[in-house]
């Protein structure tokens, strides 16, 4: 095997174009189900490695990985960015959204800001409470 090839499989970059690749097409890959299992696939143009670098370019660090905008989205060039791995964490299906003073805003997010335990206002949105009356703390017991 040549050295350029060597070094090409070795960067961060054809490790993330691997990864993604099986997670899609490999039946027996561990998280399968998450992506090929329920239709996710990689476009033409990423099928080889040079059209994924093409349209991605290098990975700007080590902080940095591979995001899907749109979650239920393909691989390809207008779904995918590089990101760090907080800004990832904001897009991860298992985040819960609610809308708050007409802004949509993430659970986690709006019990920071309000000073509450996440899994109390999420306890109480479950109860089927209203968001300002799950996010009160003056809301001590509420029977249902």
């Known amino acids: 095997m040549s050295k350029k090839i060597t070094e090409r499989r070795s960067s961060p970059e054809y ?21 090929g299992g329920r239709g996710i696939i990689v476009c033409d143009k990423w099928l080889s490695f040079e059209g994924f670098l093409e349209d991605m370019g290098k990975r700007p660090s080590n902080d940095y990985s591979l995001d899907r905008i ?4 393909n691989y390809c060039k207008d779904n995918c960015r590089w990101v760090t791995r907080k800004e990832q ?51 001590k017991y509420v029977r249902l």
Do not use: H, M
């Open 15 to 35: 490790k993330v174009w691997n990864n993604f690749k099986t997670r899609c097409y490999n039946p027996n890959t561990i998280n399968y189900n998450r992506y």
């Open 89 to 139: 964490t904001r897009n991860r299906s298992s985040n819960i959204y609610v809308l708050y003073k007409e802004n949509k805003i993430i659970l986690k997010d709006l019990a920071k800001e309000v000073g509450l335990d996440y899994q109390v206002i999420k306890r109480r949105l479950d109860k089927g409470l209203d968001i300002t009356i799950a996010i009160s703390k003056d809301l």
């Open 70 to 73: 749109d979650n239920d989205g």
